[in-house]
């Protein structure tokens, strides 16, 4: 399983650390992502961390702004989020899966999601 947090509400500029905990399990062996849905919008690519290591893969939008990162000892990875935009309003899920490269973009390559946090921007 995987547990979500860290959202809230942020004024533009702001930032917000989200954590996901994995339980009956280890992340370690799993590609982690984050995905985030907006009101009326399709869920999205944020980020992902192979489960190899090594430094994240993002979305255009948030490159520069967001960093992902894994501590496997813990069983849990974050998501620093930093400058944020009201455009970056959304609920944000974790998922953990094994994808190969070229599909680790999309979110039907991962079994298992967390319950989501609202993250908010306010202009």
């Known amino acids: 399983q995987l547990q979500a947090s860290g959202g809230g509400l942020v004024q533009t500029g702001g930032s917000l650390r989200l954590s996901c905990a994995a339980s009956g399990g280890t992340s370690s062996s799993y590609t982690m992502a984050w995905f985030r849905q907006a009101p009326g919008k399709e869920r999205e690519f944020v980020s992902f961390?192979?489960?190899?290591?090594?430094?994240?893969t993002y979305a255009d939008s948030v490159k520069g702004r967001f960093t992902a990162s894994r501590d496997n000892a813990k069983n849990t990875v974050y998501l620093q989020m930093n400058s944020l935009r009201p455009e970056d309003t959304a609920v944000y899920y974790c998922?953990?899966?094994?994808?190969?490269?070229?599909?680790?973009?999309?979110?039907?390559?991962?079994?298992?999601w967390g319950q989501g946090t609202q993250v908010t921007v306010s202009s």
């Open positions: 998922a953990a899966g094994r994808p190969i490269l070229s599909t680790a973009r999309h979110a039907t390559s991962y079994y298992y």
């Open positions: 961390n192979r489960y190899s290591g090594g430094t994240g």
